[in-house]
């Protein structure tokens, strides 16, 4: 009668041979707990982490994308070109940054912001 393995029928009312006399649970899969909380960890992390960095920085910050760094960019553009001076601009792309990112000098830099042993050895799992 019911198909989905998470939904558990209750009954409900009198005749039980009729289906609509059951109403649904939906059980909640253990995947989504777990998600839930690793959740809540990286939130913690996270607030942990934006008030030590620049406010120019844009990447993976809530509220921040490219389209708000470029905003940021030409604002100082024309605030500067208001003001007669000059402006230069150089792009780089850091996609692959990471890769080279020596990760025993990303931890102790982390240990010395104040990072817990546990939460570096969560990052370098």
């Not at 490219?66 to 500067?80: F, G, I, Q, Y």
Request: with cysteine.
């Amino acid at each position: 009668m019911w198909k989905r393995s998470n939904i558990t029928p209750v009954f409900k009312k009198v005749d039980e041979t009729i289906k609509t006399s059951y109403r649904r649970v939906l059980v909640l899969p253990a995947l989504s707990k777990i998600y839930e909380k690793v959740h809540v960890v990286a939130d913690q992390v996270y607030n942990a982490i934006v008030p030590i960095l620049l406010p120019n920085l844009s990447g993976y910050l809530t509220g921040h994308s490219c389209c708000t760094a470029l905003l940021k960019m030409v604002e100082d553009w024309r605030l500067s070109l208001d003001n007669r001076e000059a402006v230069c601009t150089i792009a780089i792309d850091l996609s692959k940054a990471f890769d080279s990112v020596c990760h025993g000098l990303l931890l102790a830099k982390l240990r010395a912001y104040g990072f817990t042993d546990q939460a570096l050895e969560l990052m370098s799992n």
